[in-house]
């Protein structure tokens, strides 16, 4: 059974940084592609960004150069490293592994001075 953890949300002031990670298990990591969605309040989930099984990123526009995800397959773990953070940037953010079609509950990020 896949198990997708998030952790790392909270309140942030804007410029500043958060870092999320989501734990897989259940899977073999190292073999799949992850993502990181996030859904703001009354708004459709958007997709974030994409690591490949060779580390390959690919980013929404909105965030390119501000936030980065990596991988680190010895702690099945996937990060969103997020600076600058914006009003905007407020959402729920998911991890999602896409080859099982499987969503983590979500970690709440708050940009608010």
């Known amino acids: 059974q896949v198990q997708l953890v998030e952790s790392g949300g909270g309140l942030v002031q804007p410029g500043g940084s958060l870092r999320l990670s989501c734990t897989a298990s259940?899977?073999?990591?190292?073999?799949?592609?992850m993502a990181w969605y996030r859904q703001a309040p009354g708004k459709q989930r958007e997709y974030v960004a994409t690591?490949?099984?060779?580390?390959?990123?690919n980013y929404t526009d909105s965030v390119k150069g501000r936030f980065t995800i990596s991988r680190d397959n010895a702690k099945n773990t996937v990060y969103l490293q997020m600076n600058s953070l914006k009003p905007d940037d407020t959402a729920v953010y998911y991890c999602?592994?896409?080859?099982?079609?499987?969503w983590g509950q979500g970690t709440q990020v708050t940009v608010s001075s």
């Open positions: 259940g899977m073999i990591f190292r073999f799949n592609g």
């Open positions: 999602y592994a896409p080859s099982y079609r499987y």
């Open positions: 690591i490949s099984i060779g580390g390959i990123t």
